[in-house]
């Protein structure tokens, strides 16, 4: 149920941030490559902090969701069960499409 909830949360989030044209640039030239290996199974909000940056929008309640902005007009959602290690990671491509990252 819980990754039910947290993927309809994903979903209508990135397209709500879509529809809105909220897809502004990468902060300093931010990529996948480059922060998908600092996402692993022991990271909780605040290591995200510490390796990746502050994020460009924080949202939930109960629920932690960092969104960054990456290249191309990507995103990427990482979600915490509070400040307890992560729960999942999405990448949401420019055009809406999106897919799950594996913790390592």
């Known amino acids: 149920m819980r990754r039910f909830v947290y993927a309809l949360g ?4 990135a397209a709500a941030t879509t529809a809105c044209g909220n ?3 990468a902060p300093d030239g931010r990529t ?3 922060i998908e290996p600092l996402i692993t199974k022991d990271l ?8 990746i ?5 924080e949202q939930g ?3 932690i969701l960092f969104v960054y902005r990456l290249d191309a007009g990507r995103t990427l959602w990482l979600s915490f ?15 809406g ?8």
């Open 23 to 25: 897809s502004s640039a």
């Open 10 to 13: 994903l979903v209508l989030t």
């Open 32 to 34: 996948l490559s480059h």
């Open 81 to 95: 069960p509070g400040y307890m290690p992560i729960a999942g990671a999405r990448l949401v491509e420019a055009n």
């Open 97 to 104: 499409t999106s897919r799950d990252l594996t913790l390592r």
């Open 61 to 63: 309640s109960g629920l």
């Open 44 to 51: 909780t909000p605040a290591l995200a902090r510490e390796r």
């Open 53 to 57: 940056g502050k994020p460009d929008e």
